[in-house]
DNA sequence: CGGAGAACTCAACAAGCGTAGAATTCAGCA
DNA sequence: TGCTGAATTCTACGCTTGTTGAGTTCTCCG
């Protein structure tokens, strides 16, 4: 029993070839993260996706934490593609980013990087920081051209707000309608919105901002 | 060594006075569940903060996930909540589920079960099952009454994202400065909002209604 | 052609998990 | 008083996890 032919013998060492197993294992941890969040994506089901040992992952990465930063930060530079949102002008800023995010959304590349930010960040305060850089970066850059400076920030969470949870809802949750609404659709209903956050009148009755306690979540 | 002494062996059996326990564990289990998600909770940690042995968990409860849908049932009862709402009359609507939505936040167990219910949604499929029903009872139920039928759906669906969006940055992601405003300031914003999804016009293309496939999670 | 280092796998570790079963102590009813 | 059953803990099984270290095979440069 057990021949150690050339043929089955399970090959250790290294492949022959160029090597295009650190990209997969890339794909394969974007993926993971973005079905099943921080916690609950494996090395091992990464590496097993990936066909790869999970030894390897570690290898190349070092750590899980270090894996899920490196798959979260390669496609989108979000502030590139908000920018050239900015140029449809003030009017139409509302339509505008809801469609450009909507967009991106449709490349699946952009799509798992984001709901698995967002799945990871909802139980993970490390990848919560991530995500708080990244609305921060791309909405408020957006938003502070347009709001006097005061209100910039304020406007841009609201932002934050709606299309979270648009994302949330329709990618996460999936909520019929909303889950199988069109594009179209969606910019319609949800742009007035937006552009009523970044440039109409949100009534703030500016008193003392009185400040309440947030729930502390995991360390 | 190691002598048994009366009043230093650990105590096996039952406690004598009436127990508390029972309730005592389900408020550990809103907690964990509320701070870590579902797969982050552990039986181990919630029996800890219940100071109780972790056999004692199942014995009550069964399984896990029987303990995460006991705990989450517990307080809050939304469509009694939200149908006092409609009393205020459809044009005060939107205003009136903002302020009542983040009254009941206001509330320690209501806003663990809240949060503990978006934490568990995002990566378990069960917890989103039960997500959706909420929602799909809370909302839909108070929408049907404004919106004419063929709309009503639509309509809720939308009010969820901008109010699962408003708890999930300022409770959970806790984006600033929407982590810290104080209730009246985020009613006078968001409320415009949630008063157009339910009354005003949303300018659908309804055309085909051109069906996308959404991402699919864990099974 | 030879050596260095990169790519890759194997096997194992310590820890933590959900869960099960048996043992012990108490409450309440006959 | 005695018995049944509930409350409670102890111990342990089997599994999965992230991580490590050693060993093997290839590529590439001198």
Redesign the interface.
């Given at each position: 029993m057990s021949p150690p032919a050339d043929a089955m013998r399970r090959r250790t060492g290294r492949r022959s070839g160029e090597s295009t197993t650190r990209e997969a294992i890339l794909e394969a941890a974007r993926a993971r993260f973005?079905?099943?969040?921080y916690?609950?994506a494996t090395i091992r089901g990464i590496a097993a996706d990936a066909g790869v040992d999970p030894a390897l992952v570690h290898h190349f990465y070092g750590t899980k934490e270090r894996l899920f930063v490196a798959a979260m930060r390669f496609p989108i530079v979000p502030s590139e593609v908000l920018g050239s949102a900015l140029e449809a002008g003030r009017d139409r800023l509302g339509e505008t980013i809801v469609r450009t995010v909507l967009g991106l959304w449709g490349q699946p590349d952009a799509?798992e990087q984001t709901?698995g930010l967002?799945?990871a960040?909802?139980?993970n305060e490390r990848a919560?920081e991530m995500?708080?850089g990244f609305?921060k970066g791309a909405i408020l850059s957006t938003v502070a051209a347009f709001a006097d400076e005061e209100d910039a920030?304020?406007r841009a969470?609201?932002v934050?707000?709606?299309?979270?949870?648009?994302g949330?809802?329709?990618?996460?949750?999936?909520?019929?309608?909303?889950?199988?609404?069109?594009?179209?659709?969606l910019v319609?209903?949800?742009a007035?919105?937006v552009q009523?956050?970044l440039t109409g009148d949100?009534?703030?009755?500016r008193r003392e901002?009185?400040?309440?306690p947030?729930?502390?979540?995991?360390g």
């Open positions: 973005a079905d099943h969040g916690e609950g799509l709901i967002l799945r960040a909802v139980t919560a995500l708080r609305v920030e304020y969470s609201l934050a707000t709606q299309i979270l949870g648009l949330l809802v329709r990618f996460v949750l999936r909520i019929e309608p909303v889950a199988s609404a069109s594009d179209e659709d319609a209903s949800i007035p919105t009523r956050y949100l009534q703030p009755h901002p009185s400040r309440r947030a729930r502390t979540p995991r």
